[in-house]
């Protein structure tokens, strides 16, 4: 079947403009998560979603940063007022359970991001 | 606070060297480890996991953990690399204390000769 897929793969914003990021996870999966990748470094948590609830936001940089997901469907990560510190290749990944003995998580080919 | 700490940032072996590449995490309660793997040009991927049980796991392509407790370590091991096993190499986990949020470590670029 069909793997996390992510739209768009790349994108070059102005600073200032709001950019939004759409993941597809696989089907059935009850967790989603997003990560940032800064160049050169490690992944940073971002969100993650049981259901198309979000029981941890801690991740995210700042309130210009939010995210939805419809039921255990499509997400969207949006960023408002970007800024060049946002450049960065932000990752979904989706994980068909939840809880101990699971998370072995599947990722898509992320959203490169470019502020300028 | 939860963490996971890779020792080395950059590793270079000459084909048939073995490989240890370092892995200490600090999170409360009930934990699930992880491996992933980068290939150059290719999506992040599991190669293998720990959540109970034998702390000796193997997994894809002859690479193996041990989740020693005590050391709160899960490090990575291969007999003998080849050059194919070039990548960056990350470290994971994820338990009960933090919602099963999973933490990474900052990854390990694995550099290996021909």
């Known amino acids: 079947g069909a793997g996390v897929s992510q739209s768009p793969s790349n994108k070059v914003t102005e600073k200032g403009k709001d950019v939004e990021l759409r993941c597809d996870p696989i089907?059935?999966?009850?967790?989603l998560y997003w990560y940032r990748q800064r160049l050169g470094q490690g992944l940073e948590f971002l969100i993650y979603?049981?259901?198309?609830?979000?029981p941890d936001k801690s991740g995210l940089p700042s309130d210009r940063f939010s995210a939805e997901r419809t039921g255990e469907s499509v997400s969207t990560l949006t960023i408002q007022r970007t800024q060049q510190e946002d450049s960065a290749v932000y990752l979904c990944?989706?994980?068909?359970?939840w809880g101990q003995g699971a998370g072995e998580q599947y990722f898509g080919p992320g959203t490169r991001l470019t502020v300028t | 606070a939860q963490s996971v700490s890779q020792h080395n940032h950059h590793v270079i072996l000459s084909e048939a060297a073995s490989l240890e590449l370092g892995c200490n995490y600090s999170?409360?309660?009930?934990?699930?480890l992880f491996w992933y793997v980068q290939y150059p040009g290719q999506h992040l991927q599991l190669l293998l996991k720990?959540?109970?049980?034998?702390?000796l796991v193997k997994g894809i392509k002859g690479f193996e953990a041990e989740f020693i407790k005590s050391k709160f370590s899960f490090n990575l091991r291969k007999p003998s690399v080849q050059w194919s096993d070039t990548a960056e190499y990350f470290c994971?986990?994820?338990?009960?204390?933090?919602?099963?949020?999973?933490?990474f470590g900052a990854g390990t670029r694995l550099f290996v000769k021909a």
């Open positions: 990944a989706s994980s068909p359970a």
């Open positions: 999170y409360g309660g009930t934990v699930n």
């Open positions: 720990y959540f109970s049980g034998d702390p």
């Open positions: 994971a986990v994820s338990g009960n204390t933090g919602g099963f949020k999973t933490i």
């Open positions: 089907s059935g999966h009850t967790a």
């Open positions: 979603f049981q259901g198309n609830s979000a």
